[in-house]
Nanobody, 125 residues
Framework: QVRLVESGGGLVQAGGSLRLSCAAS????????MGWFRQAPGKSREFVAA????????NYADSVKGRFTISRDNAKNTVYLQMNSLKPEDTAVYYC??????????????????WGQGTQVTVSS
C-alpha cells in the first residue's frame, strides 16, 4: 500500500478558496488513479473528485462541479484539490485515496486501496 498524507485544510469563509494537497510515498504513484472523498459529521463518506493515472480523465460529484478542480503532479507524487466558491455544506474531513490497480477516475470507494488520515475543512457562513 501507498502512504498518503493530506494537508491544506482549515477554516475559511463562505465564498473563499482552499487548496488541498495529498503527498504519496512510493515510486509508482504515476500508475495510480487518485481520488478525494469527504465525510461530514453524522454522514457517510462521499465521493468528491477523481483523476486517472495520466491526469487525462477526471470525474466530479455533481455537488462540486464547476467549483472544485482535481489535478496531479506525478513528478512530485502529489495530487491536489483546488476548492473555490466554498459553501458551508462543504464542511467535512477530506480524504485522499489511491486506486493502485485502476486506470480510470472511479467514484467507487471500494476500488481504492489506500487512504490518508484526512484533513478538516470548515466553511463558515
Amino acid at each position: 500500500q501507498v502512504r498518503l498524507v493530506e494537508s491544506g485544510g482549515g477554516l475559511v469563509q463562505a465564498g473563499g478558496s482552499l487548496r488541498l494537497s495529498c503527498a504519496a510515498s512510493g515510486r509508482t504513484f504515476s500508475r495510480y488513479s487518485m481520488g478525494w472523498f469527504r465525510q461530514a459529521p453524522g454522514k457517510s463518506r462521499e465521493f468528491v473528485a477523481a483523476i486517472s493515472w495520466s491526469g487525462g480523465n477526471t470525474n466530479y460529484a455533481d455537488s462540486v462541479k464547476g467549483r472544485f478542480t482535481i489535478s496531479r503532479d506525478n513528478a512530485k507524487n502529489t495530487v491536489y484539490l483546488q476548492m473555490n466558491s466554498l459553501k458551508p455544506e462543504d464542511t467535512a474531513v477530506y480524504y485522499c485515496a489511491a486506486d493502485e490497480g485502476g486506470t480510470t477516475a472511479t467514484m467507487h470507494q471500494w476500488m481504492y486501496d489506500s487512504w490518508g488520515q484526512g484533513t478538516q475543512v470548515t466553511v463558515s457562513s
